[in-house]
């Protein structure tokens, strides 16, 4: 699904063009190209055929969370930056392997994670930046959707009969391969929130899952973090009653960030914030900023990195984006140890 939103972005871009489309398998490949018009001479089966003729600047990455790693070395190894469709990695191991090969390989390394382009949550950041609600001491996080097996790219609809019959083939209801609402979702909000928060981390994390009966991977999950200044959690969901780009489902989808001085509600695809501080008390309502260019996405951002020569700064980096990854490696092995309490410390 997230290789077809990314196709029409590269295409709509002024300063990108799409050279080639890489999938080993035709039926995931060939009928999404068909309906976004992707000449049959830009597909490919063989990686390294694609490489060879086409010479790629940039790879978007859309697989499985497992195959991140082999591909970040593939491109690594050429000498082709890459952004990775988030999450960053299926574990910290991974994302070590990941973070030394785009160094040693001398490429930059971007993860795109779609909630920090949504004008709420970057105004959201641009607030807490400027002092409005003083030291951030709490965020919590609810999000999800209906379940990845209920659209595809450009979240068209799938009927549930077509979902039901797709979930054993998926990879998402795969653990092996990263899938579960935790690994979907979570890195969202603890990336999202450490890029709020400057960088702090929580001291421990703990967490509990919800697996429906015969599924190797959750649905839902509740994260606790403790961090000095308080406790913060975060919830998934694959099950909300409606997905949050049609109709905010409830509880609604997105963050709200206590401070020192004040609070933050931010919505997905929201057009305004909801703030109170020492000098309003009462919530009043801030109009999303406009945001520049480069703020347009992933793809947007890694360019206008590249193009001007400054880093990769924020979610999408690969420093807040790993800081982010810690947190999920705790609470799945929380959620593995039936909720026990996983020292940050103890992940890294």
């Given at each position: 699904m997230h290789a077809g939103d990314q196709i029409s972005v590269i295409n709509a871009l002024p300063n990108t063009g799409l050279i080639g489309v890489f999938d080993g398998e035709s039926r995931r490949m060939d009928p999404v190209c068909d309906e976004l018009g992707i000449a049959g001479s830009l597909r490919f089966h063989d990686l390294d055929e694609l490489v060879a003729k086409t010479a790629p600047q940039i790879a978007v990455v859309c697989s499985s969370t497992a195959d991140h790693v082999g591909h970040v070395q593939y491109f690594a190894a050429r000498g082709i930056h890459v952004l990775l469709e988030k999450p960053l990695a299926p574990s910290l191991e991974d994302a070590k392997i990941?973070?030394?090969?785009?160094?040693?390989?001398?490429?930059?390394?971007?993860?795109?994670?779609?909630?920090?382009?949504?004008?709420?949550?970057?105004?959201?950041?641009r607030l807490i930046s400027d002092g409005s609600i003083g030291a951030v001491t709490e965020i919590h996080y609810y999000d999800g959707n209906r379940g990845p097996l209920f659209h595809t790219h450009g979240k068209q609809h799938v009927d549930a009969h077509t979902a039901r019959v797709q979930k054993d083939a998926t990879w998402?209801?795969?653990?092996?391969?990263?899938?579960?609402?935790?690994?979907?979702?979570?890195?969202?909000?603890?990336?999202?929130?450490?890029?709020?928060?400057?960088?702090?981390l929580p001291r421990d994390v703990t967490a509990r899952v919800h697996r429906a009966l015969g599924d190797e991977v959750d649905e839902q999950s509740v994260v606790i973090a403790s961090y000095d200044s308080g406790l913060s959690t975060f919830q998934t969901r694959w099950g909300t009653?409606?997905?949050?780009?049609?109709?905010?489902?409830?509880?609604?989808?997105?963050?709200?960030?206590?401070?020192?001085?004040?609070?933050?509600?931010?919505?997905?695809?929201?057009?305004a914030v909801h703030v109170q501080n020492d000098e309003h008390p009462s919530v009043f309502d801030v109009p999303v900023d406009v945001q520049a260019p480069e703020n347009a996405g992933g793809i947007a951002n890694l360019t206008y990195a590249l193009e001007s020569g400054s880093d990769v700064t924020g979610p999408t980096s690969w420093?807040?984006?790993?800081?982010?990854?810690?947190?999920?490696?705790?609470?799945?092995?929380?959620?593995?140890d039936n909720g026990s309490i996983v020292r940050l410390s103890d992940v890294a």
């Amino acid at each position: 699904m997230h290789a077809g939103d990314q196709i029409s972005v590269i295409n709509a871009l002024p300063n990108t063009g799409l050279i080639g489309v890489f999938d080993g398998e035709s039926r995931r490949m060939d009928p999404v190209c068909d309906e976004l018009g992707i000449a049959g001479s830009l597909r490919f089966h063989d990686l390294d055929e694609l490489v060879a003729k086409t010479a790629p600047q940039i790879a978007v990455v859309c697989s499985s969370t497992a195959d991140h790693v082999g591909h970040v070395q593939y491109f690594a190894a050429r000498g082709i930056h890459v952004l990775l469709e988030k999450p960053l990695a299926p574990s910290l191991e991974d994302a070590k392997i990941m973070v030394a090969s785009a160094q040693s390989g001398g490429i930059v390394l971007g993860v795109n994670w779609p909630l920090a382009w949504y004008p709420s949550h970057r105004t959201a950041k641009r607030l807490i930046s400027d002092g409005s609600i003083g030291a951030v001491t709490e965020i919590h996080y609810y999000d999800g959707n209906r379940g990845p097996l209920f659209h595809t790219h450009g979240k068209q609809h799938v009927d549930a009969h077509t979902a039901r019959v797709q979930k054993d083939a998926t990879w998402w209801y795969k653990k092996e391969q990263g899938g579960g609402s935790l690994r979907d979702y979570l890195g969202y909000g603890s990336t999202l929130a450490t890029w709020f928060r400057d960088g702090d981390l929580p001291r421990d994390v703990t967490a509990r899952v919800h697996r429906a009966l015969g599924d190797e991977v959750d649905e839902q999950s509740v994260v606790i973090a403790s961090y000095d200044s308080g406790l913060s959690t975060f919830q998934t969901r694959w099950g909300t009653f409606t997905d949050p780009w049609t109709e905010q489902p409830q509880p609604r989808c997105g963050f709200v960030i206590v401070g020192t001085k004040g609070t933050i509600a931010s919505w997905d695809y929201a057009d305004a914030v909801h703030v109170q501080n020492d000098e309003h008390p009462s919530v009043f309502d801030v109009p999303v900023d406009v945001q520049a260019p480069e703020n347009a996405g992933g793809i947007a951002n890694l360019t206008y990195a590249l193009e001007s020569g400054s880093d990769v700064t924020g979610p999408t980096s690969w420093q807040i984006s790993f800081a982010g990854q810690r947190i999920v490696e705790a609470a799945a092995r929380s959620a593995d140890d039936n909720g026990s309490i996983v020292r940050l410390s103890d992940v890294a």
